[in-house]
């Protein structure tokens, strides 16, 4: 089997899988589980056995036409591009499918709508997997849109409540907002570039030989930043993501934590060269991934519920990969895209089970509850290793990919003249900051979390825990099987150099220092604030002292963004609607029932004369033909 | 013989049968005016074939075929009105009103039993008759 | 008139072989229209309704003198026998079974009484301009008799024996219609009534 083969055939088993479970699933519920399972294992086998083929060389490509468009010059083709960042990306997200596939299996036992959830997430697997190999815009375009309509049903699995209804619909409207503009983006893009390869695209850019420019590359890079905004959650697009924690915890770590909201940072890493000729362009990613990043720790901060926390996280580490973007070093962006997607994973997943023994995702009430420690180690252990990485402490992985983008960020902006062309200085210094105080906050949620749901200092919780469901062998060995690249992912900063651009990922002892430092001042402080919360016998919450009261509600309330989006834009438009509507009442309706009411004055004066007596109609017949006589008699006497 | 003494009287008989459709009451009545109508009609025809001195008596002919109708139809519409006075007990031409519009009018209708709709339609075929 | 009777005068004297002079058949035809005017009146008035129906068989029978005024004796007989003496009598008979009074009924005529006037004066006032206009200058020859029975049945039985036959199943049709009607509906109201 050849490199190529193999490649296409990592979309395929997935997809196959999912029309396979959506055509038998009810009628054959017991294959059910082996079809969600085994051809996604099959395809993570196929991505690391391409990926080890590949292994760093020069990009494999292989293309057929898949159908002409208008222009001849420009059809759209099924391409394949396997250089080192989609190799690894591949492997990434097929893993943790496969992870999330088999950890459902036990955490969804029960769900009557589990062949439906298997085929959906099989479905996406495969989309996210052809968004990652393919090479043609408009086919990464469509696996991109199945992606959004598979997570638009995925967050409404339980549709019977009204907050997944509410949430499914919120993600969908929000990330489709953004897809306009990127639609647009890449037509202009290919209409410029004269392809829809990416591979075509970034060469022309980067070769030297060609020479070829973009006519605006500060529009076609905004617009497509706009529908990477909606994907990877960026700030303002962000809302979307904590409010899609209502679907099953298994679907938000694959969709909203590892893959799916990867997919934005790694179109932009593919198409970096179109960014990186626009300074603008790269400013305002810089901007808006410094406000990600620093907002959603802030807000990760003061949120009650679990897995907010953890969706508030998500966005702040994708604002960081942002951040490396903008400094134009994606490598470090990647790299930070594998570990993280690793060890949220294993997040998500151990906070599955801690929810589930728990009976609640609150924060509040797990820190009054004693035991959890005890009753769910492995979710103990798995959360601790998840949120050590999180955190970035040496040596775990996140540590590495986050001091990769601090060096990055350092390099662009105390040598601008050896980062690559087009980085602003002033956007690499705003991501420094950024990525520093991130750290600092990062390591603080993490620790109120880690503290909140384990730990009390004087083991006074009072309420015991209810008897807990089993968890399931396959949940906990999921979860160590992704415990082992959030521990050791890190090291990998020796290898991967060769698969991707080749920048050095080793990590600077001055930023090393100035980051971990951050890091430890931000758990301290956390530790501190929780300690006295608890001597003072107030809520064990050390978000509120740290943050402020008022501070913290706002916090909570993500920044109170969707009340403005409420006051700009739902409030214009239902004030617009009820404007049309009267509009439509009161003034078209009016000539519509004045037009009505003519025909209906004439038509009750002509009733008048239908009154059933037959001799009056006769009589009034036989006068009109008197009448007609004597002027066709009067006529022609006339004539 | 001047043309015009027949014609004017075929007229006049018309006008006058005319007269009594529109203005009788009793539905027999206005079927005895159909009949002048029909009469003039038919010394219309006659006198008008005289005068043309048809070779095929058109005129004539059709004054038979008049005179059979006239008979046929005379036979229909007493039926008719038979039918109309057993079910109405009444044959005033202008109580049978079932058909107009509005509400109320089949109360008008003097109808005596649940069975309006073919009533009302049998009166309307009689006043149809009525109208040649 | 005057422009009417000079014309009269001088055709009557082309003709002599009938048993009334020219201007005698016109007499007599103009008496007799006379009458069957008034007679044709009188049934449209009579608040009688059994004195309009013999007012009928008047008129009838006075137009039948009219048809034999206009030598077409084979249709005045035939009027004599289908419309006196059948069809009358089927009016007598309808008027017997509806039960109308026998004397002077008030109600005979209809609100609808002085339009139908106004319409009818119309009516007869514009035909009589167009037909006294249209024909002032022709006259009708009476010398040869044009419908004789001979001649008629003939005619009939060979150019318009289709049509005959025709109407023969129309009659036939009529007769089934009327017994129809009749029957059917009995038992219905029966049904109705019970």
């Known amino acids: 089997m050849t490199t190529t083969t193999a490649a296409v055939l990592v979309p395929l088993l997935p997809f196959a899988a999912a029309a396979l479970i959506l055509l038998t699933g009810r009628s054959a519920p017991g294959f059910v589980r082996p079809l969600a399972v085994l051809p996604t294992l099959a395809a993570a086998a196929l991505t690391v056995l391409v990926a080890v083929r590949q292994g760093g060389d020069a990009p494999l490509t292989a293309a057929t036409v898949l159908t002409p468009t208008g222009d001849p010059d420009l059809p759209i083709e099924l391409a394949l591009h396997l250089d080192g960042f989609a190799v690894l990306v591949a492997a990434l997200v097929a893993v943790v499918a496969t992870a999330v596939q088999l950890y459902s299996t036990g955490y969804l036992r029960d769900d009557p709508r589990y062949p439906s959830y298997a085929a959906l997430v099989s479905l996406f697997t495969a989309a996210m997997l052809l968004v990652v190999y393919t090479d043609d815009l408009i086919v990464l375009l469509v696996g991109w849109e199945v992606m959004g309509i598979c997570s638009y049903f995925l967050v409404g699995h339980y549709w019977e409540r009204p907050a997944a209804r509410a949430a499914a619909l919120k993600a969908f409207l929000v990330t489709k907002l953004g897809d306009v503009p990127f639609l647009i983006g890449i037509l202009v893009l290919a209409s410029e570039a004269g392809t829809f390869r990416i591979s075509h695209i970034v060469n022309g850019l980067t070769s030297s030989l060609a020479d070829f420019e973009l006519e605006r590359p500060t529009l076609v890079a905004l617009l497509l930043l706009a529908g990477v905004a909606g994907k990877s959650a960026q700030f303002p697009l962000h809302t979307w993501l904590p409010g899609a924690m209502a679907g099953p915890t298994p679907a938000s770590a694959l969709i909203h934590a590892a893959t799916m909201v990867a997919a934005g940072v790694y179109v932009v890493a593919r198409l970096l060269p179109v960014f990186t000729a626009s300074t603008a362009a790269l400013l305002v990613l810089a901007v808006v991934a410094a406000l990600t990043a620093v907002g959603a720790a802030v807000a990760a901060l003061a949120q009650d519920d679990l897995k907010r926390v953890l969706a508030y996280s998500t966005i702040g580490q994708l604002g960081l990969m942002a951040g490396a973007l903008a400094v134009g070093s994606r490598d470090a962006a990647v790299f930070h895209l594998l570990t993280h997607g690793a060890f949220k994973a294993l997040l998500f997943l151990a906070a599955g089970v801690l929810i589930t023994v728990a009976g609640t995702g609150s924060l509040g009430v797990m820190a009054r509850t004693r035991d959890i420690k005890r009753r769910a180690p492995d979710a103990f252990w798995a959360m601790t290793i998840g949120l050590l990485a999180l955190a970035a402490i040496p040596p775990f992985s996140g540590f590495f990919s986050k001091e990769a983008i601090l060096h990055a960020a350092e390099t662009a902006a105390l040598d601008p003249a050896g980062a690559p062309a087009g980085v602003p200085a002033a956007g690499a210094w705003l991501v420094l900051a950024a990525t520093l105080l991130t750290a600092l906050l990062t390591a603080a949620y993490a620790t109120r979390l880690w503290l909140m749901a384990f730990h009390d200092p004087v083991s006074a919780r009072p309420e015991p825990l209810p008897q807990p469901p089993a968890v399931s062998g396959v949940t906990t060995l999921v979860l160590w099987l992704l415990a082992v690249p959030a521990l050791l992912m890190g090291l990998g900063y020796r290898w991967l150099p060769s698969w991707l651009d080749g920048t050095s990922l080793a990590p600077t002892p001055a930023t090393s220092a100035v980051a971990t430092g951050a890091a430890l001042i931000g758990g301290a402080a956390t530790w501190a604030a929780w300690r006295r919360r608890y001597e003072m016998d107030e809520p064990p919450d050390p978000g509120l002292s740290l943050l402020g009261s008022r501070f913290h509600a706002d916090a909570a309330a993500g920044f109170r963004l969707d009340a403005a989006t409420t006051a700009l834009a739902a409030r214009p438009t239902e004030g617009a609607a009820r404007l049309t509507r009267f509009v439509d009442r009161t003034v078209v309706d009016t000539y519509v029932r004045g037009a009505a009411a003519l025909p209906g004055l004439l038509g009750r004066l002509v009733r008048r004369a239908q009154n059933g007596n037959a001799q009056t109609y006769l009589t009034v017949l036989v006068a009109a033909v008197v009448v007609l006589l004597v002027t066709t008699a009067l006529a022609s006497a006339g004539g | 013989m001047h043309l015009v003494h027949p014609a004017t009287l075929a007229v006049l008989l018309f006008c006058v049968g005319l007269y009594g459709v529109l203005a009788r009451r009793n539905t027999v009545l206005v079927l005895m005016s159909v009949e002048l109508m029909l009469a003039a009609v038919s010394l219309n025809l006659v006198a008008f074939d005289v005068w043309l001195a048809d070779e095929l008596h058109s005129g004539q002919v059709f004054t038979l075929f008049l005179i059979a109708l006239a008979a046929a139809e005379i036979g229909i519409g007493l039926a008719i009105v038979l039918l109309v006075y057993r079910r109405r007990g009444t044959v005033a031409l202008d109580r049978l009103r079932a058909l107009r519009d509005g509400p109320g009018a089949a109360e008008a209708t003097g109808g005596t039993d649940g069975a309006e709709q073919p009533t009302a339609n049998d009166a309307a075929r009689g006043q149809e008759t009525t109208t040649p | ?194």
């Open chain 3, 1 to 194: 008139m005057s422009a009417v009777t000079l014309p009269l005068l001088a055709a009557a004297g082309e003709s002599g072989r009938s048993v009334l002079s020219p201007s005698g058949v016109e007499i007599v035809f103009l008496l007799v229209a006379v009458v069957v005017l008034g007679a044709a009146i009188l049934c449209v008035t009579s608040r009688h309704l059994v004195h309009a129906a013999l007012y009928l068989v008047v008129a009838l029978g006075g137009l039948a003198v009219e048809y034999l005024l206009l030598t077409a004796e084979f249709i005045a007989w035939v009027q004599v026998l289908i419309y006196l003496g059948s069809v009358v009598v089927l009016l007598l008979f309808g008027l017997m079974l509806t039960r109308a009074p026998i004397g002077p009924s008030p109600d005979a005529d209809s609100r609808n009484r002085p339009l139908a006037l106004v319409v009818a004066l119309a009516a007869a006032a514009t035909l009589v301009t167009l037909v006294v206009d249209a024909f002032r200058t022709t006259w009708i020859d009476l010398s040869t008799p044009h419908g004789r029975s001979d001649a008629l049945g003939e005619s009939l039985f060979r150019t318009w024996v289709l049509p005959f036959e025709a109407l023969s199943v129309l009659l036939l049709a009529a007769l089934v219609g009327a017994i129809v009607i009749s029957r059917a509906r009995r038992a219905d109201s029966e049904e109705g009534q019970g």
